[in-house]
């Protein structure tokens, strides 16, 4: 008799008291092993393998294999989640939890999300909001009903941003979860290439523009792919140079050794310890002797202000914000800086003129992401707006070269 058909004879009341007795055996891991979801799933085989050893049951590799998956699920405390975060599932963006319970997926690229045949217990789905906040020091509750988390870095996984809202503001028996996955590697250009979200000679354009330490800001709307599109432009800027990237929560991933990363923090409910903001981080960078600064997505006016001054002192400097065009663009890091300031808009439009040299739109065409366009900014006002002058538009062969100058051609390939 094979083993497989020895393994087939296993009740499901039998693996699951092998789930049962594994899951004891591993009561008392430290933290770090329960983070560490691949040294957890091996902690986990071992303990399934001893458990089918101990009562004498004979199950092939597959379905012990499954159950350890299981019992990981389970110490871990992520339910469900376990078996659709990487390296479990590698094809999702994001994962949602509605308040009806019914578990939704987003797969890479897609438009619409579909739903999992799987509904959670409540109690499971509880377990798991527990495992996601807990470990960045948040809790959830009626009183604190919305908390943002994140996940760490880790192989086979490059973190994910986490949303939790409380029933009592979402309406429903189930929080509310969103897990917004990252890439789990740095982005090359060359995949950017395979996605065909630009035309090679573009890409080519860019890189150089890059290195040659033109200010860049890349912009889209939600789910476009700016911080993806970022991170491989990154790969522009040489291999020697210093930088340092302000981001909330930490995305880019760089293939370069002398980095700094700053992380915005939100102030804790009841603690004393004050937020730590993306301006504060960006005038901290200023001082930590970058050769390039990286934002990861401008939001608010504090940190556009920041910035836009760092970028104006000739700092090479990339970063993101959320426009469907450069007009519009303008108009809402116009109003986010008077809001935050009180500056004049055409001091503000003055400040967005010297500190961006190179702007580059994306958007969704033909069922996929796409770059619109990318223009040059005019270093001069012209009837008091912003003028942007075209170096690509889809169908053109190649990018035009910019009227300003930077450095020589830094690009190290």
């Not at 012990?64 to 110490?75: E, F, N, T």
């Amino acid at each position: 008799m094979s083993w497989t058909s020895v393994s087939q004879t296993l009740t499901p009341e039998g693996q699951a008291e092998l789930i049962a007795q594994a899951a004891k055996d591993l009561q008392g891991l430290t933290l770090a092993d329960i983070r560490d979801r691949s040294r957890l799933t091996s902690r986990a085989l071992a303990a399934v393998q001893k458990a089918a050893s101990r009562t004498g049951v004979f199950a092939s590799q597959v379905l012990l294999a499954s159950l350890a998956q299981q019992v990981a699920a389970q110490v871990g405390g992520l339910g469900i989640f376990d078996e659709l975060l990487p390296p479990n599932r590698t094809d999702l963006e994001e994962i949602m939890l509605n308040p009806d319970g019914r578990v939704w997926l987003l797969q890479k690229s897609a438009v619409f999300p579909e739903a999992y045949p799987r509904q959670p217990l409540k109690e499971e789905v509880w377990r798991a909001v527990e495992a996601l906040v807990a470990p960045v020091g948040r809790s959830i509750s009626e009183a604190q009903p919305s908390v943002d988390a994140r996940l760490p870095r880790e192989a086979g996984m490059g973190g994910a941003r986490v949303k939790v809202i409380h029933p009592v503001l979402c309406a429903g028996a189930y929080p509310a979860i969103n897990i917004r996955l990252f890439e789990p590697s740095p982005v090359p250009p060359s995949k950017i290439l395979e996605w065909k979200m630009c035309e090679p000679a573009v890409m080519d354009a860019l890189l150089k523009l890059v290195g040659r330490r033109y200010r860049i800001l890349v912009l889209g709307g939600t789910r476009s792919g700016k911080t993806t599109f970022l991170s491989a432009l990154c790969h522009g800027i040489p291999t020697a140079a210093r930088i340092v990237k302000i981001e909330d929560p930490e995305e880019i991933w760089l293939n370069h050794e002398n980095v700094v990363t700053l992380e915005a923090r939100p102030a804790l409910p009841g603690s004393e310890i004050p937020a730590y903001t993306l301006a504060q981080g960006v005038e901290d960078a200023m001082r930590m002797s970058p050769n390039w600064l990286i934002l990861g997505e401008v939001r608010k006016g504090d940190a556009a202000s920041a910035l836009f001054s760092a970028m104006m002192s000739d700092h090479a400097g990339l970063t993101t914000f959320h426009a469907d065009s450069p007009a519009t663009a303008v108009s809402r890091i116009s109003m986010l800086i008077y809001a935050h300031s009180g500056q004049r808009l055409e001091a503000v439009k003055m400040l967005f003129t010297q500190a961006v040299d190179i702007v580059v739109q994306l958007g969704w065409a033909q069922g996929r992401r796409q770059v619109a366009g990318v223009w040059e900014v005019c270093p001069e006002l012209k009837g008091g707006d912003v003028i942007f002058t075209p170096l690509w538009r889809p169908g053109d062969a190649a990018a035009a070269v910019p009227q300003r100058q930077r450095g020589e051609e830094e690009l190290v390939k």
